[in-house]
């Protein structure tokens, strides 16, 4: 009994911790416009290039494609960013950080007018592509044509939709004009979803040809580049080696002469691999259960853990379309509304059943803390109470809510309507956390009728892009399918925003679509125009709390865990400053290891 307690007292104190981060890092930024949110970045440590030898990183899930414009999980962004850069970086205070730019715009440096309808950029004068070629501000306006052609089917189209022109007014000043003033002009050309292609190599792959032409899928496995790297080889699926960019604007950098990025294999064994064995240097995303993830920090002795803030949720995603594989061609389309989860009665029974302080305090620990809702830090949640709220399990009351609406227990148990058998098909990435996480849901959802059959699906093709891959994130050829993801910036509206109903994830989108649910909500797509319309930080910020309640009251979402970030890093790697508003790789230039 003490030992539950003192386990419970430090996953409080963990969530503690980290609240304190996440206060400092959002409070001040949720409104970059306002304060302007250029920080000057601390001075680097003068290390000499290529003065390292091999930078090793592990990714328990191996990327599929370079291009991130066309991408769809994190393992392809992070890759693809030693390689391809947005204009300016988002560090960990939510500060914008300049990359190809000499300065962050602001009202008082004359960058940002007309209320953040007009935000002009000034591209530093000694960037070029890894090819040798100037980096101009040709590329800027051509990235923006790429994606804001929808037959592109960009994944972030999200960040370019809303802008009226891109105009290049001389080689290295770029002037976005929005439709509309904006309390967040930062919005296209940055962090993760910002990156840059060159236009010479991409220039015939607008449109359709994006995905088809030969030209261009061999341009969206070898990207050029204004990065510290350059590609050498990639097996998608396996792994990436880079090798340094000569032609990289800072002439003390990168440390390493080269980088391989190795994918595949699982959480646990590449925690092992970078706290006890030291066969990597770094290692992304330690989901891994929290006493074996402990067992290996204390027991390691090569590398450290590595713990920062991000606005990241474990969640379940429902379908809101038939995906019967009778339906062939048309599964998963708009006019299909799938036959028992658009009942909100069903959603309601399914969210009540679940017992999110089980799965978090038993598989997460200090790594991840329960919550219902998808904004819980500040500035939009403030306490520990605040984001706990709701999250209680009430089997009585899921039950009350099938009968309610017609299911009737059959003689095995299962619930039936019309018929119809209360079956879900539960999917999720192969993970034993994740699988740990299914059983004990589909123990749940049994005790109030509901039968669940789970499925696994490899890492590197659910979270993969191709459009003819029935298994991954964007098909969603399941009933229910879990996973992570989280605003890329403070100021929420964003990602709220990329589930209205004109994002949803189709055929004629080739699957790309954020709004994989395929969730259609007029009340949740009116107030999205509207905030994205707002220049008040405390309105946008309201705006964004009434868009987390109609996720939650129209359960279409049921978030389960709010989770920091676990990476794990060598004892003798240095210089990494990990950010929760971007890549995980945003600032891969400066790391080093001890001489």
Same mark, same amino acid.
């Given at each position: 009994?003490?030992?539950?307690?003192?386990?419970?007292?430090?996953?409080?104190?963990?969530?503690?911790?980290?609240?304190?981060?996440?206060?400092?890092?959002?409070?001040? !930024?949720?409104?970059?416009?306002?304060?302007?949110?250029?920080?000057?970045?601390?001075?680097?440590?003068?290390?000499?290039?290529?003065?390292?030898?091999?930078?090793?990183?592990?990714?328990?899930?191996?990327?599929?494609?370079?291009?991130?414009?066309?991408?769809?999980?994190?393992?392809?962004?992070?890759?693809?960013?030693?390689?391809?850069?947005?204009?300016?970086?988002?560090?960990?205070?939510?500060?914008?950080?300049?990359?190809?730019?000499?300065?962050?715009?602001?009202?008082?440096?004359?960058?940002?007018?007309?209320?953040?309808?007009?935000?002009?950029?000034?591209?530093?004068?000694?960037?070029?592509?890894?090819?040798?070629?100037?980096?101009?501000?040709?590329?800027?306006?051509?990235?923006?044509?790429?994606?804001?052609?929808?037959?592109?089917?960009?994944?972030?189209?999200?960040?370019?939709?809303?802008?009226?022109?891109?105009?290049?007014?001389?080689?290295?000043?770029?002037?976005?004009?929005?439709?509309? !003033?904006?309390?967040?002009?930062?919005?296209?050309?940055?962090?993760?979803?910002?990156?840059?292609?060159?236009?010479?190599?991409?220039?015939?792959?607008?449109?359709?040809?994006?995905?088809?032409?030969?030209?261009?899928?061999?341009?969206?496995?070898?990207?050029?580049?204004?990065?510290?790297?350059? &590609?050498?080889?990639?097996?998608?699926?396996?792994?990436?080696?880079? =090798?340094?960019?000569?032609?990289?604007?800072?002439?003390?950098?990168?440390?390493?002469?080269?980088?391989?990025?190795?994918?595949?294999?699982?959480?646990?064994?590449?925690?092992?691999?970078?706290?006890?064995?030291?066969?990597?240097?770094?290692?992304?995303?330690?989901?891994?259960?929290?006493?074996?993830?402990?067992?290996?920090?204390?027991?390691?002795?090569?590398?450290?853990?590595?713990?920062?803030?991000?606005?990241?949720?474990?969640?379940?995603?429902?379908?809101?379309?038939?995906?019967?594989?009778?339906?062939?061609?048309?599964?998963?389309?708009?006019?299909?509304?799938?036959?028992?989860?658009?009942?909100?009665?069903?959603?309601?029974?399914?969210?009540?059943?679940?017992?999110?302080?089980?799965?978090?305090?038993?598989?997460?620990?200090?790594?991840?803390?329960?919550?219902?809702? &998808?904004?819980?830090?500040?500035?939009?949640?403030?306490?520990?109470?605040?984001?706990?709220?709701?999250?209680?399990?009430?089997?009585?009351?899921? %039950?009350? &809510?099938?009968?309610?609406?017609?299911?009737?227990?059959?003689?095995?148990?299962?619930?039936?309507?019309?018929?119809?058998?209360?079956?879900?098909?539960?999917?999720?990435?192969?993970?034993?956390?994740?699988?740990?996480?299914?059983?004990?849901?589909?123990?749940?959802?049994?005790?109030?009728?509901?039968?669940?059959? &789970?499925?696994?699906?490899?890492?590197?093709?659910?979270?993969?892009?191709?459009?003819? @891959?029935?298994?991954?994130?964007?098909?969603?050829?399941?009933?229910?399918?879990?996973?992570?993801?989280?605003?890329?910036? !403070?100021?929420?509206?964003?990602?709220?925003?990329?589930?209205?109903?004109?994002?949803?994830?189709?055929?004629? @989108?080739?699957?790309?679509?954020?709004?994989?649910?395929?969730?259609?909500?007029?009340?949740?797509?009116?107030?999205?125009?509207?905030?994205?319309?707002?220049?008040?930080?405390? =309105?946008?910020?309201?705006?964004?709390?009434?868009?987390?309640?109609?996720? %939650?009251?129209?359960?279409?979402?049921?978030?389960?865990?709010?989770?920091?970030?676990?990476?794990?890093?060598?004892?003798?790697?240095?210089?990494?400053?990990?950010?929760?508003?971007?890549?995980?790789?945003?600032?891969?230039?400066?790391?080093?290891? =001890?001489?």
């Amino acid at each position: 009994m003490q030992r539950h307690r003192n386990r419970r007292t430090l996953h409080l104190l963990g969530l503690l911790t980290i609240l304190s981060l996440l206060i400092g890092a959002c409070a001040g !930024p949720a409104a970059p416009a306002a304060s302007g949110p250029g920080a000057p970045a601390a001075e680097p440590v003068r290390v000499g290039r290529g003065v390292g030898d091999t930078l090793r990183i592990l990714y328990w899930q191996a990327p599929t494609i370079l291009n991130t414009h066309l991408a769809t999980g994190t393992k392809d962004f992070d890759a693809s960013r030693l390689i391809l850069e947005p204009l300016a970086a988002i560090g960990p205070d939510g500060s914008y950080v300049p990359l190809l730019v000499e300065e962050i715009p602001t009202v008082a440096n004359g960058g940002v007018e007309d209320n953040g309808r007009i935000i002009t950029w000034k591209l530093r004068k000694d960037v070029k592509w890894s090819d040798g070629t100037d980096f101009t501000a040709e590329d800027v306006v051509f990235t923006w044509q790429y994606c804001a052609d929808p037959k592109t089917a960009c994944t972030t189209a999200t960040y370019f939709v809303d802008i009226e022109n891109v105009e290049a007014i001389d080689p290295h000043t770029v002037r976005v004009t929005w439709k509309t !003033p904006r309390a967040n002009p930062y919005f296209a050309f940055t962090s993760t979803n910002g990156r840059i292609i060159q236009k010479a190599q991409f220039a015939n792959c607008i449109g359709e040809a994006a995905s088809t032409a030969e030209e261009c899928q061999k341009a969206n496995l070898a990207p050029i580049g204004t990065g510290p790297y350059k &590609l050498v080889e990639f097996k998608p699926g396996d792994v990436v080696t880079y =090798e340094i960019n000569e032609h990289y604007r800072d002439p003390d950098k990168p440390f390493y002469k080269n980088v391989i990025f190795k994918g595949g294999g699982d959480a646990t064994s590449a925690a092992r691999a970078v706290l006890q064995t030291g066969d990597t240097d770094w290692a992304w995303n330690l989901q891994v259960e929290a006493a074996v993830l402990q067992q290996l920090a204390e027991q390691g002795g090569a590398g450290d853990l590595v713990i920062y803030n991000t606005a990241n949720v474990e969640r379940l995603l429902i379908n809101f379309t038939n995906v019967d594989p009778a339906l062939g061609d048309e599964r998963g389309q708009l006019n299909h509304p799938h036959p028992f989860l658009t009942d909100i009665n069903v959603r309601k029974a399914l969210r009540a059943a679940i017992d999110n302080r089980t799965i978090a305090e038993q598989l997460y620990g200090p790594a991840g803390f329960p919550t219902c809702h &998808l904004l819980w830090y500040p500035p939009y949640r403030s306490g520990i109470e605040e984001f706990y709220s709701g999250c209680e399990q009430d089997l009585d009351e899921a %039950n009350r &809510l099938l009968d309610e609406a017609g299911w009737v227990r059959g003689p095995d148990g299962v619930r039936v309507k019309d018929g119809m058998r209360l079956s879900l098909l539960f999917q999720t990435s192969v993970n034993p956390l994740r699988q740990k996480t299914q059983e004990l849901i589909k123990q749940w959802w049994a005790e109030i009728g509901v039968e669940t059959e &789970l499925k696994s699906v490899d890492a590197s093709v659910f979270f993969g892009s191709d459009a003819g @891959n029935p298994d991954n994130i964007g098909h969603f050829f399941a009933d229910i399918q879990m996973y992570t993801t989280g605003a890329s910036e !403070p100021d929420a509206i964003t990602h709220l925003c990329q589930w209205v109903s004109s994002e949803a994830s189709q055929r004629e @989108n080739e699957w790309r679509g954020n709004n994989n649910m395929r969730w259609q909500n007029a009340e949740f797509d009116a107030i999205c125009e509207q905030a994205r319309a707002s220049l008040d930080p405390e =309105e946008r910020r309201q705006y964004a709390l009434r868009l987390n309640d109609i996720i %939650n009251e129209d359960v279409a979402m049921i978030p389960l865990v709010a989770r920091p970030r676990v990476a794990g890093a060598a004892k003798t790697l240095k210089g990494y400053n990990p950010s929760g508003w971007d890549s995980e790789m945003w600032d891969v230039a400066n790391w080093y290891s =001890e001489r």
